[in-house]
């Protein structure tokens, strides 16, 4: 996956789990100006992403994600 | 010494003076370290030493755990920070109270009981989670630069966070001592605001309304009693640690440091979980950050049940550092119980939101029913021991619903109406120095109206209510 569509599948769990459909973020939105992105929705999140893209994330690997560009680097990462 | 204090004035103005006479930041550092440890010193010279000691073996558990390159290894130097500083928490706020006998073990190590007894007033639960953020940020590689002792120190002992938050982390205070200070009059009116506002909801708000709760929270009253009591109270507790929140906040930004914003017209919230981002945010985000998001990541296969228990576990743990009273944990439970709902009903929510999400009724209503379950929490948070909310809810099974004692219902009133003009001033704007971009007239007739208020209502004795914890 490019990096392009790393980020539209993205935008697409998020539209679906965060029940926002006007959604839309770029590499540089940081997660805490994405307004329903709270701790109760970040796991659903988190659960959503390792099963679209395949891959697991480390418990405290997260835990330094500021911004989207951020997490989508970990998913190309993990992605291989 | 007490931020509303003569002798607090005298001290804070004198080392404001010279803080901002000294022209470099090294040396404005130390300033501010030496004052600081001279205001610990003023509450207690045992507790100077305490500080300063767990401060250094912090930093050297710190150090280990940055220096480790396996995993194994930088476990092992998290756990023993973790275990020390709850070891810690727990054997000073908590064991006097379960083992009255490790007091004359205290006492053979050098510290007197009501030693031990005042340590608790005086922050020990707030500098201690302050003092794990520099491990559990170098563990969880949000802190990545070497951190000497002397601004660790500091960060711990910031003589204006010291006594009860707000709970800042490593990471936000310790670059703020690398970069220059430089005195600015905007930074020095902001500070100036935050301060009269703090004292204004503390002197004029919570030290007033709290006759009321007084007076109506007693047992056997009745259950519009209780509930106008709850009321108050939520006033009461809110205009007390916002105002010493934003009192410690001002004070800080007369220095040229930034300290995180603790309430955010909490009574605003929607829902729970907005609830908890509003209200006391440096405690909330730190159990979110170090306590709910790893225990939901680790339980996460579990899915929702997952979700459920960390909220139980985090919130538990809250009622837990609030106090040793089954209140606090009932407290917790309250909340964590209101949480679970909000997350099993998020399918509904979301049904009925589609339905009626442009219905001009259901925000208000939907903040109705939060500031109620809050106030719910408030019965066993207000209460000494569960024994008080079982006499206070006797007036229920007695059936006595609506006689009132006496008790003045215009503070109650005007009280309400000043908590919610703050609020909407705040949801207006979202800025604390909303008051800044008003126009003259107004502001004048802002400070006017605070002035007059601070000098009626000015009485120096009364502590804040978040000081027990």
Same mark, same amino acid.
């Given at each position: 996956m490019t990096r392009g569509e790393l980020l539209t599948t993205l935008l697409e769990i998020s539209r679906d789990v965060l029940d926002e459909d006007d959604l839309t973020f770029t590499d540089e939105t940081l997660f805490e100006n994405i307004e329903e992105w709270d701790s109760l929705n970040h796991i659903h999140m988190v659960v959503r992403m390792e099963k679209v893209f395949g891959i697991r994330f480390d418990t405290s690997e997260l835990q330094s994600v500021v911004k989207v560009g951020d997490l989508l680097d970990i998913v190309a990462r993990l992605k291989g | 010494m007490q931020f509303l204090s003569f002798a607090f004035l005298a001290f804070g103005g004198m080392l404001l003076g010279l803080h901002w006479a000294i022209p470099h930041r090294r040396w404005q550092n130390f300033l501010l370290l030496a004052g600081s440890l001279a205001f610990v010193y003023s509450w207690s010279r045992q507790l100077c030493i305490l500080l300063v000691v767990s401060a250094a073996v912090e930093w050297i558990l710190a150090r280990r755990l940055k220096a480790a390159v396996e995993t194994s290894w930088r476990r092992l130097w998290l756990w023993i920070s973790i275990f020390l500083n709850l070891g810690f928490l727990a054997f000073f706020k908590y064991a006097h109270f379960f083992l009255p006998e490790l007091k004359g073990v205290a006492a053979s190590i050098g510290f007197r009981s009501q030693t031990l007894e005042l340590l608790v007033p005086v922050g020990l639960s707030f500098w201690t989670l302050q003092k794990m953020t520099l491990t %559990?940020?170098?563990?969880?590689?949000?802190i990545k630069r070497k951190v000497g002792f002397f601004e660790f120190l500091l960060s711990i002992s910031f003589f204006p966070t010291l006594v009860s938050g707000p709970i800042e982390r490593m990471r936000n205070?310790?670059?703020q001592w690398k970069k220059p200070r430089v005195w600015s009059s905007q930074g020095f009116s902001e500070g100036i605001w935050l301060i009269a506002i703090g004292a204004f909801q503390k002197v004029v708000i919570a030290d007033n309304v709290a006759g009321c709760v007084d007076a109506l929270l007693k047992p056997g009253t009745s259950v519009l009693a209780i509930q106008l009591g709850l009321w108050a109270y939520a006033l009461q507790i809110f205009a007390d640690f916002s105002g010493y929140s934003d009192m410690a906040r001002g004070i800080a930004r007369l220095f040229g440091v930034n300290v995180i914003q603790n309430f955010q017209a909490p009574y605003a919230a929607s829902n729970l979980s907005d609830f908890w981002k509003r209200w006391h945010v440096a405690?909330?985000?730190w159990l979110n950050d170090y306590v709910f998001s790893p225990a939901s990541m680790s %339980?996460?296969?579990l899915g929702t049940f997952g979700v459920v228990i960390a909220t139980w576990v985090t919130f538990l743990s809250s009622g837990l550092w609030h106090g040793t009273g089954w209140n606090f944990l009932v407290w917790g439970s309250v909340h964590a119980a209101g949480l679970t709902i909000y997350v099993l009903t998020k399918k509904t929510r979301k049904k009925y939101k589609k339905k009626w999400g442009n219905e001009v009724w %259901?925000?208000? %209503?939907m903040v109705a029913i939060t500031l109620e379950w809050v106030c719910l929490g408030y019965l066993f948070f207000h209460a000494a021991d569960l024994r008080e909310v079982g006499g206070l809810l006797s007036s229920v099974s007695g059936g006595h619903w609506f006689g009132?004692?006496?008790?003045d219902a215009r503070i109650l009133v005007l009280s309400g109406l000043a908590i919610f003009a703050l609020h909407w001033a705040y949801l207006k704007s979202h800025?604390?120095?909303?008051?800044f971009t008003q126009r003259v007239a107004i502001r004048t007739a802002v400070y006017l109206v605070l002035g007059l208020l601070l000098l009626r209502f000015y009485a120096p004795a009364e502590s804040f209510l978040y000081f027990q914890f």
């Open positions: - | %559990l940020d170098i563990y969880f590689h949000r205070l310790l670059p405690l909330s985000s %339980l996460r296969d %259901l925000e208000p %209503l009132l004692p006496d008790f800025d604390p120095f909303w008051i």
